[in-house]
């Protein structure tokens, strides 16, 4: 307990001292951490606005001009500081120079319909699917004023004038060799403009006169009722050649064995006759009674004892 000197008889006790000692540093910590958490933003914008670091992202580069003239550029991803990369003229960039920011990943463009005539005359709406990547940034921003418009056009006249005249079969059947050709024409003026040309590919080709693809469509639905059934007339023809000559070599065959048949019966009749002549009889008797009921006549049979009177005509 302590005593006041100016009141004697006023006493303090030392945990009330203690109490509003912390009362009042709370008090102090939580306007000083407000100001704190205000004051870093804060900080840190003044040393974006003055150059003092930028950070870059993936894919992404950032140039630099001072004076109106390239500084340098920056493509290492991550927190970078322009004073170790340009010294001290990174300080002069925010009042006299200018920063640019350009994206360098990997873009898609397709073109529709890119009109094109065939060799027949016949209009094609063609369809031109190609990547594109920016490689060298400083040539991308200040060597054309238009780059993305300069290599669509770019790659647009090289189709046409690839494609142009050409027979429609291989318009239709080439693509990947003509995808190839139009790379080749576009990869160099797209490299003076900064760009690196990905893949270019053909995607469709199309006609574009409904009217035309009717007739088409007419004209190649009667080709395949004229084939079909020319492959059924001649499937039928060849039927009717086998059958034909099939009956041919029968008939043949038939004759040659009814050609055959008597010397072979003769000579079995004769091998018979040799051995056994009553078994020949009987042969023949069966034979002709054959050849009785074969030929349907009446056969009157009579007795051995029987008389009777026979009338011949």
Not at 199 to 224: G, Q
Not at 226 to 244: C, F, H, P, Y
Not at 253 to 275: D, H, T
Not at 281 to 292: D, K, T
Request: proline share 4%.
């Amino acid at each position: 307990m302590c005593r006041c000197s100016n009141a004697p008889n006023v006493f303090i006790k030392p945990n009330q001292i203690l109490k509003g000692m912390h009362k009042m540093d709370v008090l102090g910590f939580v306007p000083g951490f407000v100001f704190g958490l205000m004051l870093v933003p804060i900080l840190l914008g003044f040393a974006r606005f003055f150059g003092l670091y930028c950070c870059v992202a993936e894919c992404e580069s950032q140039v630099f001009t001072l004076f109106g003239k390239v500084l340098g550029e920056i493509k290492t991803p991550g927190l970078q500081f322009p004073l170790v990369h340009f010294g001290a003229k990174a300080m002069l960039i925010p009042f006299f120079g200018k920063k640019y920011v350009v994206d360098t990943a990997l873009r898609q463009h397709y073109l529709r319909s890119q009109m094109v005539n065939s060799e027949e005359g016949t209009p094609m709406g063609v369809g031109i699917w190609y990547e594109m990547q920016v490689q060298d940034p400083i040539a991308f921003l200040f060597t054309n004023a238009n780059p993305d418009g300069s290599l669509q056009a770019n790659v647009t006249s090289s189709t046409i004038s690839t494609l142009s005249n050409l027979e429609m079969e291989k318009m239709l059947e080439d693509r990947h060799s003509l995808s190839r050709t139009v790379r080749q024409a576009v990869s160099p003026l797209s490299e003076k403009w900064g760009y690196r040309l990905g893949s270019v590919y053909i995607r469709k080709v199309a006609f574009t006169d409904r009217h035309m693809v009717e007739n088409i469509t007419e004209k190649v639905v009667k080709r395949l009722v004229q084939v079909t059934s020319a492959m059924k007339q001649d499937g039928e023809n060849r039927v009717g050649l086998i059958k034909s000559e099939t009956a041919l070599k029968v008939s043949s065959k038939m004759a040659e064995a009814a050609a055959a048949r008597p010397s072979v019966v003769g000579e079995k009749l004769n091998e018979i006759a040799k051995r056994d002549p009553e078994i020949l009889e009987a042969v023949l008797q069966v034979m002709e009674a054959e050849n009785l009921l074969e030929s349907g006549a009446s056969v009157s049979v009579l007795p051995n004892s029987a008389n009777v009177l026979i009338q011949a005509n």
